[in-house]
């Protein structure tokens, strides 16, 4: 049975919670991850698709962070037995419920251009 973990507890044991927050950002960290994650947050996605939802991304780098992502078991690479061979990624479930993250992040991006931008 997997043990339920009391958060605010957590946060008052300061070591756990900083604990927990580097295991976090281990997984996240850099620039490209999140944005990567958020391209296939909705579809899954080729190579191509996503360094076009990306952006400045190289494809060396977009390579190397998708493979970080699915050893950290948040994506998921498909290759389809098609001619010429079709490899698309999605996220697991574990990437999935990244979403309430996500849009924390979203919400708390605008509010925070908004109010930088009225300084």
Request: charged fraction near 30%.
């Amino acid at each position: 049975m997997e043990e339920k973990i009391d958060l605010e507890t957590l946060k008052k044991c300061s070591a756990s919670y900083i604990i927990a927050v580097n295991d976090t950002l281990n997984v996240f960290g850099g620039k490209w991850k999140l944005p990567i994650i958020a391209a296939l947050m909705h579809d899954n996605k080729r190579f191509k698709d996503i360094l076009q939802y990306v952006g400045k991304i190289t494809p060396r780098m977009l390579s190397k962070e998708l493979k970080e992502l699915e050893l950290n078991g948040i994506l998921v690479r498909k290759v389809y037995n098609t001619t010429p061979v079709l490899i698309e990624y999605e996220l697991n479930e574990s990437g999935k419920n990244l979403t309430s993250v996500l849009d924390t992040m979203l919400e708390w991006g605008l509010e925070h251009r908004k109010r930088s931008l009225l300084k």
